[in-house]
């Protein structure tokens, strides 16, 4: 038994063999570097948030296009992809809290050149500059929050530390799109952009004051022969695990299936809004903050579901309640219609989400966690910047709604698939 767990069996105040045990654990709204990383990572989805909307209407705006929006995620995925090939070796050796904050302000500037640049007019080339870095830059910051969480509460707490941080940027997501859509509707997308630079330096702020646990003799041990090993060995430590690891082998392969279909959900909302339904984009930000709604309720209820019913249950239903809200998201012809089933699609999108991230944390190793991490982003997002840009570009072609429906179609197909895989035996809670 872990020394966490062996806090959480005794009862406060209790001994053992006369000695007096240590006090149990705090709740984690009451450990203060979590509640100021909990805050952190709230600013900076909110910030992303803004992003989400502003620059597919920026892109929108200028051109009419919902290809030329898939473009740009797709160009922002491949960046993504390729920073994710050295994400784990860098997060593995680097100081977490000091590249969490200087991911940031990176972020802080590059972002801010939009609305900057925009003042003398459109200039596309500038988002096809900027989003690639800024999601690079993303990539590595995502997976060296991953290795924080565990760092701030142990392995016990981490469905319950996801689900608390997913739930809180859910709500950030709410604000944002909401925020987002009002702010593009007033001054136009550009200013919402700023408002996304703004927020990662509140947030650099925040990690300022984030003491993370100092890493073991053999942590460090590691990091020093990983440093010797090389960066595509690095790569190639994470894939390994993943192989070896029966269930993380399942959905790795079937996750880069799921995102090569659902990249482009986003471009193909908004497009789906303007373009088929006619409506402006205060509408469009009001109906994402309608569907983030659905995560927060997804990240509050995946720690008890996953208790309840087991890992494998609880990503294989909500993987099928996500391709039948994709299906009917083409069908939808009304607002509160498309509202709630991007709330079902991104409710369960979080839950799938919480429960193999979490599980990762949970059976890797300390000294693999990121280069692990690393590669099984590098590996599930491989194929999805392709997948965005078919689908918008057949979105544009053939109409949203019979694209809405294969697509979906294919995501239940991989909910089935995983039945016949170890994911349905899964026997981890």
Known sequence: MT?????????????????????????????????VFWAAQTLSVLGDSFA????????????????????????????????????GAVVDRADRRRLLIGCDLVRLVLYGAVP???????????????????????????????????????????TEANGRLNA??????????????????????????????????????????????????????????????GLWRDLRTGVAFLYRHPVLRSLTALLCAFSFLTLGLNDLVIYHLKHDLGHDDGTVGTVLAV???????????????????????????SVAVCGLAFAGLGWARDVPVVAALCAAFLACVGMAGTCSMSLRQEV????????VTAAFWTLQYSAAPIGAAVLTWAAERQGTTPVALVAGGACVVIALVALCTPIRRSGHT
Not at 14 to 35: C, M
Not at 207 to 218: G, K, N, Q, T
Not at 364 to 371: K, V, Y
């Open 168 to 229: 809180t940027a859910a709500a950030a997501g709410v604000l944002g799109p909401l925020g987002a859509g009002l702010v593009a509707a007033w001054t136009g997308p550009a200013a919402a952009v700023g408002v996304d630079a703004a927020s990662f330096g509140v947030s650099a702020l925040c990690l300022a004051f984030v003491r993370l646990r100092r890493r073991s003799a053999d942590d460090r041990a590691g990091e020093r022969a990983g440093e010797r090993a």
């Open 364 to 371: 890797t190793p300390e000294p693999l966690l990121g280069r």
């Open 116 to 158: 900057v640049v925009w003042l003398v007019g459109p200039q596309l080339w500038l988002l096809y500059a900027v989003l690639p870095l800024c999601e690079a830059v993303g990539m590595l910051y995502a997976v060296g929050y991953v290795t924080a969480v565990r760092s701030l509460v142990g392995t016990e707490r981490l």
């Open 291 to 317: 569907g983030a709604l659905g995560t927060i309720t997804g990240a509050l209820l995946v720690a008890r579901v996953r208790r309840r019913l087991g890992f494998g249950p609880t990503w294989t239903g």
């Open 3 to 35: 020394y966490e767990a062996w806090r959480e069996d005794e009862p406060r105040g209790r001994t053992r063999g006369g000695d007096r045990l240590p006090p149990g654990p705090r709740p984690l709204w009451r450990q203060r570097d979590f509640g």
């Open 52 to 87: 989400l909307i502003a620059l597919p209407l920026l892109v929108l705006e200028a051109t009419g296009s919902v290809a030329q929006m898939g473009l740009l995620t797709a160009a922002g995925g491949a960046a993504s992809v390729v920073a994710a090939v050295f994400a």
